[in-house]
T-cell receptor, first 116, second 111 residues
Framework: GAVVSQHPSWVICKSGTSVKIECRSLDFQATTMFWYRQFPKQSLMLMAT?????????EQGVEKDKFLINHASLTLSTLTVTSAHPEDSSFYIC????????????FGPGTRLTVL | GDSVTQMEGPVTLSEEAFLTINCTYTATGYPSLFWYVQYPGEGLQLLLKATKADDKGSNKGFEATYRKETTSFHLEKGSVQVSDSAVYFC??????????FGTGTRLQVFP
């Protein structure tokens, strides 16, 4: 089946620094990629949707300047958490799909971010 | 707004036991319903889905029936295996990109 990878799988950073998380579709071209955030014992919450070559569409309440998303190719999307603070500590998950909105989303294994 | 409620875990069972993980939803209209499974160290995988009332989704021995009257989509398996140990997520969508997830239920199966 389709495989989506994320790198790094976990990262610890100091408050005020920026962290970049990569999401790659390994064996298919991902027209659309999604970024989710998951707090302990809570649901996955969609943060933003990005289409290759276009600006990301952010969900209500998600700071665009805080969470920068780039989807420069059909196999790579990046999420940069800028000026990270402890409250940004979370589990970040990406998913990817091909063409249609009804197509299956394939999920990455997630990235654990801890901000000290 | 739309929401999904799952039973809290962990659910702990012995091998070959019967499994039920409850899922109820709140949504307008007729959403599509899903169960995803996440094995340790891996991404969420689609387990099964149902797109209209009374549909039954099934895969790998798991089943769930779309019950409009009770707004439920409970996951069942007749005989669980140790390899079924994972976190299970119920989700819905109105055929858009936005999946709305429950909080997940951890299943632990012991030999």
């Amino acid at each position: 089946g389709a495989v989506v990878s994320q790198h790094p799988s976990w990262v610890i950073c100091k408050s005020g620094t920026s962290v970049k998380i990569e999401c790659r579709s390994l064996d298919f071209q991902a027209t659309t990629m999604f970024w989710y955030r998951q707090f302990p014992k809570q649901s996955l919450m969609l943060m933003a949707t990005s289409n290759e070559g276009s600006k990301a569409t952010y969900e209500q309440g998600v700071e665009k300047d805080k969470f920068l998303i780039n989807h420069a190719s059909l196999t790579l999307s990046t999420l940069t958490v800028t000026s990270a603070h402890p409250e940004d500590s979370s589990f970040y998950i990406c998913s990817a799909r091909t063409g249609w909105s009804t197509d299956t989303q394939y999920f990455g294994p997630g990235t654990r971010l801890t901000v000290l | 707004g739309d929401s999904v409620t799952q039973m809290e875990g962990p659910v702990t069972l012995s091998e070959e036991a019967f499994l039920t993980i409850n899922c109820t939803y709140t949504a307008t209209g007729y959403p599509s319903l899903f169960w995803y499974v996440q094995y340790p160290g891996e991404g969420l995988q689609l387990l099964l889905k149902a797109t209209k009332a009374d549909d039954k989704g099934s895969n790998k021995g798991f089943e769930a029936t779309y019950r409009k009257e009770t707004t439920s989509f409970h996951l069942e398996k007749g005989s669980v295996q140790v390899s079924d140990s994972a976190v299970y997520f119920c989700a819905l969508t109105h055929n858009t990109d936005k999946l709305i997830f429950g909080t997940g239920t951890r299943l632990q199966v012991f030999p």
